[in-house]
């Protein structure tokens, strides 16, 4: 190779070719609006592989502090229409959006009656666990829906957002979702919350953090992070340092992401700005997961002299998901692989993230 060509290869200033084609002149309302919307043509989900089913463990549905008690919201989520509401006692309950009686959506129109879900159509009024509880019209509620009669999921509240355990087979929560003290913590920001659809599989998106070859051409850095990986039973992580110039001089950084399960993830960094990032991402269906990042950090930096800086990482960081999200958008999953001596460690990888799956 010429050392022109090798200057092109590895000079982090060069724009990777489909940023540049596709998100490089997207700022402001047309950035985030192209975050959303949908990608039209993108080939099936039969083509693209991406008929493996979704990982089963714990998914972030919404900020608890966006449903009050009282209110219902409908979801698609897991590929499957659901009803959430949050009982006058303050409890969260998500059911199957469909009523057993004349199959009326309840998360459209329904509503709490203490701490009932109430069905638009004819006011039959579900639990949390899944029976009816009240028809008023009728003098006898009918045997079949006196016990559990429609599938609820299990739901808890952590890091101010409300969970839901995700099993193809509806088995009960496997581990828990890790509570992290600075989301709660009044020292720290309230969440910054930036929000995309990824017209792809939540495994293509998961991968991308060990495929260490894409950051010199996907992101322009001008080496290859890999880091120290750790693996446990659910979860796993990594820890890269690295130096870091900043106005100030040379520091010493770290980034440091954990994920429990397919669906938790978050990722401190340190050195300039400290910073956590809570990544939400859930899957809609086998082709598309809505993703939400959210962001906090220490009042004394987020809003003392060095402010602008704790927001150019956070802008960085959503940069860099934008360049991924080119690529996810439009993705085949690939289930034999070519890989080669600096692609990192995917197989690895590939056989850990395995255990998220029903062997069929």
């Not at 502090?65 to 590929?79: H, M, T, W």
């Not at 990594?238 to 040379?250: R, S």
């Not at 060095?306 to 999953?333: L, N, P, T």
Request: charged share 25%; glycine share 8%; hydrophobic share 35%.
């Amino acid at each position: 190779m010429s050392n022109e060509h090798q200057a092109d290869a590895t000079d982090a200033r060069t724009p990777p070719v489909a940023v540049w084609q596709v998100i490089e002149k997207l700022k402001g309302k047309e950035l985030n609006d192209w975050r959303l919307a949908d990608v039209k043509g993108r080939a099936s989900v039969e083509e693209r592989n991406l008929n493996i089913g979704i990982p089963f463990g714990w998914y972030p549905i919404e900020l608890s502090a966006n449903l009050a008690p009282g209110e219902v919201r409908p979801l698609r989520y897991f590929s499957k229409d659901l009803a959430m509401w949050r009982g006058e006692d303050g409890q969260v309950h998500i059911v199957d959006a469909y009523c057993k009686h004349l199959g009326a959506h309840m998360g459209h129109g329904g509503k709490v009656h203490g701490n009932l879900l109430e069905c638009p159509f004819h006011a039959w009024r579900y639990d949390g666990d899944g029976t009816v509880k009240d028809i008023p019209y009728a003098r006898v509620i009918p045997p079949q829906v006196k016990r559990k009669c429609i599938r609820t999921w299990h739901v808890t509240e952590a890091n101010r957002w409300i969970w839901a355990w995700y099993h193809p087979q509806d088995i009960a929560p496997l581990w828990e979702v890790v509570r992290l003290p600075e989301t709660t913590d009044p020292d720290w920001t309230d969440y910054e919350v930036y929000e995309w659809n990824v017209w792809g599989s939540i495994q293509n998106m998961a991968e991308n953090g060990v495929d260490v070859a894409h950051f010199r051409y996907i992101h322009g850095t001008a080496n290859v992070p890999l880091g120290e990986l750790r693996w446990g039973e659910w979860g796993r992580g990594a820890d890269v340092k690295a130096k870091m110039g900043t106005p100030w001089g040379e520091v010493d950084g770290c980034i440091s992401y954990d994920t429990m399960g397919p669906g938790q993830s978050w990722t401190r960094f340190t050195g300039i700005s400290e910073t956590i990032l809570v990544a939400c991402l859930t899957p809609v269906e086998l082709d598309h997961v809505h993703a939400r990042f959210c962001f906090t950090q220490p009042r004394a930096q987020a809003e003392g002299e060095r402010a602008g800086v704790a927001k150019a990482i956070i802008r960085d960081i959503c940069k860099q998901f934008d360049q991924d999200k080119v690529v996810w958008d439009r993705q085949k999953y690939e289930t034999s692989p070519i890989i080669c001596d600096g692609d990192g460690p995917i197989p690895q990888f590939r056989d850990f993230y395995s255990r998220y799956y029903v062997k069929a």
